[in-house]
């Protein structure tokens, strides 16, 4: 899959970039839900531009041009997560369970019938993770960028908080406080 999300759609490709770096940018919708999204203060949006770049026989994304500001967690793991809220009620889940790199966003999510949690097996190895953080979205690159989920959120204000389970090393964030 080019991304394991569920709003990541009808990327476009840009040849022409300096250095002769293939970009992608997406539609940050679904087809299936999106009539129904709220419209204020917007109604859909378009991914970060990624870079296009093989590993072996593998599909590298990597964000470019990330705007200043924007909320970010970078952790490793290889059995544990974490939480990014905007209050106990309202929050995401990432994180490695049973070898499998999960993204829980049904406490981020409003009624709309929409899968809300994604699951990528990912073997027995630890896992770089790196999330960017928007008011109504979050963009995943894990594993060098070999794995990308993409999706809308639905919350008030903003994600602004994270916890920490057992099992999460090299943690870094910007934009974010940090709740034990």
């Known amino acids: 899959w080019l991304d394991y999300g569920r709003d990541n759609y009808a990327g476009v490709t840009f040849s022409n970039a300096p250095d002769d770096k293939k970009i992608f940018l997406g539609w940050m919708s679904n087809w299936h839900y999106a009539s129904k999204v709220p419209t204020n203060p917007w109604r859909s949006a378009m991914t970060l531009p990624r870079e296009l770049s093989l590993r072996g026989d593998r599909l590298i994304q990597t964000p470019i041009n990330c705007p200043d500001g924007f909320p970010e967690v970078s952790f490793t793991t290889q059995e544990g997560s974490i939480k990014i809220s905007e209050n106990e009620n ?91």
Do not use: C, M
């Not at 949690?117 to 953080?133: K, M, N």
């Not at 008030?156 to 940090?178: F, M, N, R, W």
């Open 90 to 180: 309202r929050y995401v889940e990432i994180g490695v369970h049973n070898k499998t790199l999960f993204v829980d966003t049904s406490n981020a999510w409003n009624e709309l019938e929409a899968p809300t949690r994604q699951e990528i097996a990912v073997g027995d190895h630890t896992l770089d993770i790196r999330v960017i953080i928007d008011r109504g979205s979050i963009e995943l690159f894990a594993d060098g960028g070999a794995i990308s989920v993409t999706n809308l959120v639905f919350v008030d204000t903003h994600l602004s908080a994270i916890e920490v389970g057992e099992g999460i090393s090299a943690l870094a964030y910007s934009g974010l406080s940090l709740h034990a």
